[in-house]
């Protein structure tokens, strides 16, 4: 069994982090061409999901597959840091990724490790996945917690209020704790799948679950009441906050709802 292993969840060739804690993972593998990387479509696996659930193909097989101490997730373009980034130069940035040796010294003394939250600042989390989303998606989740976790409805309901979140499905681990989040998230996603039609949404807005998925996850850390360590985290692509603050204008004051990822 690895101490650590954090998988790095692409769909494409990337320049990859060479520390041996990381594992490059090809997700939505199956039936595609391959890339040179460890595919999500062996075992136990959701690859065929992937246009639905995006990175959480990858969460999947590594909670079903991996045998390790921790078990993390990040994505080819966004990293954790240790560091806040204030270069725009890749290769600089890659030089600022969380280390081996530094993850051990986090691990030490806490058994979740999370991204900083993203503060939304002029509306709750609820009120901007309105905005920019289908709400019916979130309602519908809110539903299913009702009827299999009414425990966690209180936390639910607190989407209404926080605007804070711990996004994009980053995280590290424990592989216990892994296992029980990965029970819980995936049984809901599963049903929420059951409940709505993924085809009347076009290919961006199809991707609800793993939106959802992002919400879900403080809701369970909090409902558990579990400590966690937040570190940085770095995007390797330069982003342009001028259109992605213009697409969130237009869509919390014209109702147009995002069409891509910023």
């Not at 790095?8 to 997700?27: D, G, N």
């Not at 595609?32 to 999901?49: A, L, R, W």
């Not at 330069?238 to 709802?257: D, R, S, V």
Request: hydrophobic letters at 35%; aromatic letters at 14%; a positive charge.
């Amino acid at each position: 069994m690895k101490d650590i292993q954090i998988v790095v969840a692409t769909h494409k060739k990337y320049q990859m982090p060479k520390q041996e804690i990381y594992l490059p993972l090809h997700v939505g593998s199956k039936g595609k061409e391959k890339i040179g990387y460890q595919t999500d479509d062996i075992g136990d696996n959701i690859s065929d999901k992937n246009p639905y659930f995006c990175e959480l193909t990858g969460l999947y097989w590594a909670w079903k597959n991996l045998d390790a101490k921790y078990i993390g997730l990040c994505h080819y373009r966004r990293h954790f840091s240790v560091r806040k980034i204030i270069t725009t130069n890749e290769n600089k940035k890659f030089n600022k990724i969380l280390n081996e040796r530094q993850a051990r010294e986090l691990l030490k003394n806490t058994d979740i490790i999370l991204p900083k939250k993203r503060n939304y600042y002029i509306e709750n989390l609820y009120s901007h996945y309105k905005h920019t989303m289908y709400i019916e998606t979130l309602d519908e989740t809110k539903k299913i917690i009702e009827e299999k976790y009414p425990e966690y409805v209180e936390e639910f309901k607190k989407l209404h209020k926080r605007k804070k979140a711990h996004i994009f499905n980053m995280l590290i681990m424990k592989k216990e704790i892994l296992e029980e989040y990965c029970i819980w998230l995936f049984d809901i996603l599963f049903e929420l799948e059951n409940r709505i039609d993924v085809t009347k949404y076009d290919s961006f807005h199809s991707r609800f679950f793993g939106r959802v998925s992002e919400l879900l996850l403080d809701i369970w850390i909090n409902t558990n009441k579990l400590e966690y360590k937040e570190i940085e985290f770095v995007d390797m692509q330069n982003i342009n906050w001028i259109k992605k603050g213009t697409a969130f204008l237009l869509a919390k004051f014209t109702g147009k709802k995002y069409t891509k990822s910023f």
